[in-house]
């Protein structure tokens, strides 16, 4: 599930990170960090633990469109408040710039509320899948080694089907 890909990732990069550590003689550097800001790293850690378990949750429940969608929104709103709250200038190129990252997630919210007409080739597909144990098995050769019947009136060429299959040119 998606926790244990979360944990398989923070595995891998753990692992990394400890091998840099080694390679570039940096161990006790670390440890010297741990000693001064260990309570700073222990709540750096905590709350990117969770920011990803979010990421992980939204994804499995929502898909990643939707996680990608949240994490625009998160940014823009970031963005915004910066601008309010620190008077910071902005140019005519970053407001529409902005206007146009704002436009583009409003229409990505509205369209994924919108139901979609099902396309003609759903149905071909469910049908496919439903077909499929019936005929997917089918053997292309005989117990006793000969080859199968072609007993199919598909378009698709079998290796038994003489007009359709050019006898082997001779060397």
Avoid: W
Avoid at 76 to 95: C, D, F, K, R, W
Wanted: hydrophobic share 50%; proline share 6%.
């Amino acid at each position: 599930g998606p926790f244990e890909l979360m944990f398989n990732i923070q595995l891998g990069k753990a692992i990394l990170a400890f091998l840099g550590l080694v390679f570039l003689n940096e161990i006790d550097y670390f440890f010297e960090m741990c000693a001064r800001t260990g309570p700073v790293l222990l709540v750096l850690g905590m709350t990117g633990a969770a920011g990803q378990v979010f990421i992980f949750v939204t994804i499995a429940q929502f898909g990643a469109l939707m996680c990608s969608l949240i994490g625009l929104s998160r940014k823009i709103t970031t963005l915004v408040a910066s601008i309010i709250i620190y008077s910071h200038p902005v140019s005519n190129e970053q407001g529409a710039g902005l206007v146009l990252a704002v436009g583009a997630m409003v229409y990505n919210f509205m369209d994924k509320g919108k139901k979609k007409p099902k396309a003609p080739a759903d149905a071909v597909a469910k049908r496919d899948v439903e077909a499929a144990p019936v005929i997917e098995l089918k053997p292309l050769i005989t117990q006793d080694g000969a080859p199968a019947v072609d007993d199919d009136d598909d378009e698709f060429c079998d290796a038994n089907d003489a007009a359709a299959v050019p006898a082997p040119a001779a060397r």
